[in-house]
């Protein structure tokens, strides 16, 4: 069993709908990160979290710690978005151990 | 501020040939990492540099790949001899990490690998 899971592998959405990524892991952690990968580019952090709720923009995560759940929402979704959105957990050295992605895919 | 460089962007050789590749971590960053990233996988840490020293290396396959991070900056990651399955995308990332606490890494655009 992967250390931090993902769901779901791949996800299609219409323009504006409301979007949800799901994460569990099974490791303690020192934060939980949701990091953003287009097709051919780096990796972008989108947040670095280790309780309760963030919220950037339309982008919107949470954790929590007692279930080891993360959700990413995405709200009002926009074909701009569509990229492959990872899942990360961060160890006591700084090290990073990635689940294997969700691949979005947002329809004009 | 300048952001985590690496080259080349993209490679490509033959199985047993030899490959380097480079990268330059955001000024002041005290640890840097390579990842390896198969298609459709998330990102594997192969080694994590605190300045010149290793901190982690365990999933690093030493019999081919071998790393080094001289004065603490700049870094090279070497496969001789590379596989087919050597073929990934090869991330570079780095952070403070000066002390306790967690810091937020920062990745490169990363190097496309093909082995033929």
């Known amino acids: 069993k992967n250390e931090v899971e993902q769901s779901p592998q791949n996800l299609t959405a219409q323009e504006g709908e409301f979007i949800t990524i799901n994460c569990s892991y099974s490791?303690?952690?020192?934060?939980l990160h949701w990091l953003q990968q287009h097709p051919g580019g780096g990796i972008v952090s989108l947040f670095m979290l280790s309780s309760g709720k963030k919220k950037h923009g339309r982008l919107i995560a949470t954790i929590n710690i007692q279930e080891k759940h993360s959700s990413l929402h995405i709200t009002a979704s926009h074909p701009r978005d569509s990229a492959v959105y990872i899942c990360a957990v961060g160890g006591s050295q700084g090290n990073l151990i990635f689940g294997k992605g969700t691949k979005l895919s947002v329809k004009p | 501020e300048a952001g985590v460089a690496q080259s080349p962007r993209y490679k490509i050789i033959e199985k047993r040939q030899s490959v380097a590749f480079w990268c330059n971590p955001i000024?002041?960053?005290?640890?840097l990492y390579w990842y390896q990233q198969i298609l459709g996988q998330g990102p594997k840490l192969l080694i994590q540099?605190?300045?010149?020293?290793?901190?982690?290396d365990s999933q690093l396959p030493k019999d081919r790949f071998s790393a080094e991070r001289l004065k603490g900056v700049d870094s090279t990651l070497k496969i001789q001899p590379a596989k087919l399955e050597d073929s990934a995308v090869y991330l570079c990332?780095?952070?403070?990490?000066?002390?306790?606490?967690?810091?937020?890494?920062?990745f490169g655009p990363g190097t496309r690998l093909t082995v033929t």
């Open positions: 000024s002041g960053h005290a640890t």
């Open positions: 990332a780095s952070s403070l990490n000066r002390g306790s606490g967690y810091y937020e890494q920062y």
């Open positions: 490791v303690g952690i020192s934060a």
């Open positions: 540099f605190q300045n010149n020293g290793v901190v982690d």
